[in-house]
């Protein structure tokens, strides 16, 4: 019977770090959700081969998982007209016609607001 007793301690102990994966919604408007996906676009923006600028379209989902500050994030970005260094990306037009791409993107970002960094941890996407 005694020996029940350090597994329902060791149970408790580990409660936390056992659901620590799990993923809730959060406030899309939210300072650090925002930091984020500004984050997640300018990396897209610098690591993908197109010479274009992509800017963000709409967020489809917005999480951020329990006990830390990691965010997952789906997004929408369309091409616009104007260059990936070029100022002021997010009040560019799109691209219309053929060159008028559009994207799904997942990301997952950690962060620390304190000394104000930022990690992509994954990141896929498709052209839709």
């Not at 009040?91 to 950690?110: A, D, H, R, S, Y």
């Amino acid at each position: 019977m005694f020996w029940k007793l350090p597994l329902l301690l060791g149970l408790l102990a580990l409660g936390p770090h056992v659901r620590s994966w799990i993923f809730e919604e959060v406030g899309k408007r939210g300072k650090q959700f925002s930091l984020c996906v500004e984050f997640a676009v300018h990396h897209f923006n610098e690591h993908q081969p197109d010479e274009n600028a992509y800017k963000l379209l709409w967020v489809r989902r917005s999480l951020h998982k329990k006990y830390s500050l990691i965010y997952l994030m789906d997004l929408n970005l369309g091409r616009t007209i104007c260059k990936k260094h070029d100022e002021d990306i997010d009040n560019c037009p799109l691209q219309e016609g053929p060159e008028g791409k559009k994207v799904n993107c997942t990301f997952i970002v950690n962060s620390w607001p304190w000394i104000t960094q930022f990690t992509l941890l994954n990141s896929t996407c498709q052209q839709i």
